[in-house]
């Protein structure tokens, strides 16, 4: 079982909500992540999490606060955000974050800032 | 600075023949390089992976080859199928990275029946 969850599936939000995108995998992975795509561009690295811990965080704007309760949940939590932020939102997992390892990824959360 | 090129952005191929995606990096520091299919609303699948030990890796029909002195790599499927159709990404990372994937821009392949 290579799943990874994801909730929702779309949102759409004002710029004075608070939300939360939620992220589930149980494939024992100890590395989870949130990626950011924007359309016909790359996924972008957002946060790292290895063993329930921050490990990276790429200049991300406060706005945005991750938060891993246990090693299979992620949550992103929103608040305050920009249209520009729209987006597609990846959550991925991987063993534990080292090297040479195969990240898995759930559908996504389309977001829609207004 | 786009660390992984993906330099064709379309590429169509009747269904039965082969298809070959191409994919260069610049960072020599990336040591193990991963495709991912992606189809719309969805997130990416994994597809194929290959470390720079090594310089092919098969998996039915596809395999993926890589030249670290050019630094490329490239995809082959064959044969290829309607449901092949999807946007196909690389990726690279580095051990030393903690995993950070960076990938590429994306080639959308169309199989044409």
């Known amino acids: 079982d290579t799943e990874v969850t994801q909730t929702p599936k779309h949102l759409v939000m004002g710029m004075t909500n608070k939300k939360s995108l939620k992220c589930e995998q149980h494939?024992?992975?100890?590395?989870m992540y949130w990626y950011k795509q924007k359309a016909k561009k790359p996924p972008e690295l957002m946060f790292v999490y290895s063993y329930e811990k921050l490990s990276i965080n790429e200049s991300v704007p406060s706005r945005f606060s991750p938060e891993c309760p246990n090693s299979s949940l992620l949550n992103l939590h929103l608040h305050a955000l920009q249209p520009e932020d729209s987006a597609l939102y990846l959550c991925?997992?991987?063993?534990?974050?080292?090297?040479?390892?195969?990240?898995?990824f759930g559908p996504g959360t389309r977001l829609l800032v207004l | 600075d786009q660390q992984v090129k993906q330099n064709s952005p379309s590429l169509s191929v009747q269904e039965g023949r082969i298809s070959i995606l191409n994919c260069d990096y610049t960072n020599s520091m990336f040591d193990y390089f991963l495709w991912y299919k992606k189809y719309p609303a969805e997130g990416p699948t994994f597809l194929i992976s290959i470390s720079s030990i090594k310089d092919k890796n098969e998996d039915g029909r596809f395999t993926v080859f890589l030249n670290k002195s050019a630094k490329h790599l490239s995809l082959h499927i064959v044969p290829s199928q309607p449901g092949d159709s999807a946007v196909y990404f690389c990726?690279?990372?580095?051990?030393?990275?903690?995993?950070?994937?960076?990938f590429g821009t994306g080639t959308r392949l169309t199989v044409i029946p």
């Open positions: 991925a997992s991987s063993q534990d974050g080292r090297g040479f390892e195969t990240q898995y």
């Open positions: 990726a690279a990372s580095a051990q030393t990275g903690a995993n950070n994937l960076f």
């Open positions: 494939m024992g992975h100890r590395a």
